[in-house]
């Protein structure tokens, strides 16, 4: 059974910079896509980035792209989500997931594993 657990989160000043981790237990990464989501106060989750075994990165929401990048330990157990120039508006709860398999999607309802969740605030 994949567990997942993330870290990482905390409140930072516009424009700074934050690195979740998301570590697995109970099985490497080899045969799972890792979704990274975020649901901000008042809206829907919403999947943003993903990444598969053979380190492939797509990302679904325009105002990431070039901000947030996604990383993976030699070791196959844990996935980093490196976060640059952040906004206001990325204040969200932010969750890894993973699916077995390797194709990627942006729907919550495709991943069978859930980290707790973790909070960034981004705030002067």
């Known amino acids: 059974q994949l567990h997942l657990v993330e870290s990482g989160g905390g409140l930072v000043q516009p424009g700074g910079s934050l690195r979740l981790s998301c570590a697995a237990s109970g099985s490497t990464l080899d045969y799972y896509v890792i979704g990274w989501f975020r649901q901000a106060p008042g809206k829907e989750r919403e999947g943003f980035l993903c990444f598969t075994s053979s380190g492939r990165t797509t990302s679904y929401i325009d105002s990431v792209k070039g901000r947030f990048t996604v990383s993976r330990d030699n070791a196959k157990t844990t996935v980093y989500l490196q976060m640059e120039n952040l906004e206001p508006e990325d204040t969200a709860v932010y969750y890894c997931?993973?699916?077995?398999?390797?194709?990627?999607?942006?729907?919550?309802?495709?991943?069978?594993?859930w980290g707790q969740g973790t909070q960034v605030t981004v705030s002067s």
């Open positions: 997931a993973a699916r077995r398999g390797v194709l990627c999607s942006s729907n919550s309802a495709r991943y069978d594993y």
